[in-house]
């Protein structure tokens, strides 16, 4: 071989080396590319499962709550379906109280008339009967006429008012009763103790137990009456204020259609 060739052989070999050494350095650089490609590519991966996890999360939450939503609305909806049921109930009653307003109104107007003329009725009956604790029965009467003006007073109070003032008038029926009040005699008028049985006989005495008097319901007038009936109307007021035990006493009685 000549000496050319060899220089020749030594410069191939030499530039063989310098290619084979720049292929390996290419080779090196691709495969550091791809391994950034790949990391990055996990990274990415990561950072993306990352997100896919708590969009996940986030939407059990919110499925979560949508079911919540779901059962509220309904216990929602059937509160709501049962205060409209007492709804209607009240709306119902309300009528029904609206129309018993109405009559009770209606009915107002027919009462308050009729305790007029009862008051009306009493009062002349009052003038007509026996007139046993009179002043005390004339202001009964008078004060019906102040309670039924007296417009704080309901007509329901209006009302028992004046039932039990003809109440307490039929219990004089049935009454035994003393008391002390002023006798007109027409000339003078004297203080007196009175008693009654019932409205069946009503006497008078003088203070002084002088005098007697009975009352004639047929003529109006008090008829004095004999010495004889002195005691018996003495003993009759004290048993009247138990002052004496009850006993059969004389009292003079009108018979029935005597004049």
Known sequence: ????????????????????????????????????SEAKIFSDAAK????????????IDLLGEYRITVADAEVLKGYNDHVQLMVNDQKLNITSLQEQIDYIDTVKQGVVPLMYKMI??????????????????KERVEGLRT??????????????????????????GNVFDAYQ????????????????????VLVAQSLDFKNAWVWNNNTRTWDELGEEYFKPIKDAIAMARKQLPKNLTKLPVFAAGAK
Do not use: C, W
């Not at 009306?120 to 002043?135: N, S, T, W």
């Not at 309670?147 to 004089?172: D, K």
């Not at 003078?188 to 409205?199: K, L, P, Q, S, Y």
């Open 181 to 200: 009040g002023e006798l007109d005699l027409g000339d003078r008028i004297i203080t007196a103790d009175f008693v009654h049985m019932g409205r069946v």
């Open 147 to 172: 309670v039924m003006a007296n417009s704080n007073v309901p007509v329901s109070e209006q009302f028992r008012v004046v039932l039990e003032a003809y109440e307490i008038e039929a219990g004089y």
């Open 48 to 59: 993306s499962q990352k997100r896919v996890d708590s969009i996940y999360e986030q939407t």
């Open 120 to 137: 009306d009725a009493l009062e002349k009956f009052v003038d007509l009967d026996v007139p046993m604790d009179i002043e005390r029965r």
């Open 1 to 36: 071989m000549s000496k050319v060739n060899k220089k020749s052989l030594i410069a191939s070999a030499i530039v063989g080396a310098l290619t084979l050494a720049g292929s390996n350095i290419a080779a090196a650089d691709a495969l550091t590319d791809l391994q950034k």
